[in-house]
């Protein structure tokens, strides 16, 4: 008999998400059916306009001088813990 889990799929890795999820240690043969939710182009627009709107009214990131400053820090390269270089 079949059963079926729940998973995300995260790259090239699945994330069991469901309550039941398969126990083992050895590799498991799976199925996987992607569940594609179209959405509508000016309806996803809208609603990144109004998320956007929502971080206005917050003052979200009102805090930030001077964005071009502070978006070259964030990206600015940096070491990484146990690595040489």
């Known amino acids: 008999m079949r059963?079926?889990?729940e998973g995300?799929?995260?790259?090239?890795?699945?994330r069991w998400a469901g309550e039941e999820s398969p126990t083992t240690?050895?590799?498991l043969r799976v199925h996987i059916t992607v569940l594609e939710e179209k959405t509508d182009t000016k309806e996803r627009g809208q609603q990144m306009a109004d998320?956007?709107?929502k971080l206005a009214e917050h003052g979200t990131?009102?805090?930030?001088?001077?964005p071009s400053a502070w978006q070259?820090?964030?990206?600015r390269d940096r070491s990484l813990?146990?690595?040489n270089g």
């Open 51 to 53: 998320a956007l709107s």
């Open 3 to 5: 059963k079926t889990y």
């Open 25 to 27: 240690d050895r590799p």
């Open 61 to 66: 990131f009102g805090e930030i001088e001077d």
């Open 8 to 14: 995300i799929l995260e790259g090239d890795r699945v």
């Open 72 to 75: 070259r820090e964030i990206r």
């Open 81 to 83: 813990p146990d690595r």
